[in-house]
């Protein structure tokens, strides 16, 4: 099993970018799949997608989950970025809709990759 992230970097203040997940070795289309970071305040979910999306009150309105199940590839689009998104960002899958904003409810994690926002 591999989830491997790739899009992170250096953006402005209300910047943009672009998170890819690609997975392998598991069915990716019955996992739930979701975003994590790890801040200097903590390790906290940021938006996760199954069927529908949901996010956290920290980015909604800013950031966009989503996946594509032919290329088993989850995207977090994150738009007007604010210094606060600075973290490392990490992709994981689990099955089933339930706990998702609980770390250990998922079975497998990417090795994360590092925004900055920074001006």
């Known amino acids: 099993v591999q989830l491997v992230e790739s899009g992170g970097g250096l953006a402005q203040p209300g910047g943009s970018l672009r998170l890819s997940c690609a997975a392998s070795g598991f069915s990716f289309n019955t996992y739930a799949m979701s975003w994590f970071r790890r801040t200097p305040k903590g390790f906290e979910w940021v938006s996760g997608i199954?069927?529908?999306?949901k996010y956290a009150d920290s980015v909604k309105g800013r950031f966009t989950i989503s996946r594509d199940n032919t290329m088993d590839t989850v995207y977090l689009q994150m738009n007007n970025l604010t210094p606060d998104d600075t973290a490392v960002y990490y992709c994981?899958?689990?099955?089933?809709?339930?706990?998702?904003?609980?770390?250990?409810?998922?079975?497998?994690w990417g090795q994360g990759t590092r925004v900055t926002v920074s001006s």
């Open positions: 199954y069927f529908d999306a």
């Open positions: 994981a899958a689990k099955n089933g809709w339930d706990s998702l904003h609980s770390p250990r409810a998922y079975n497998f």
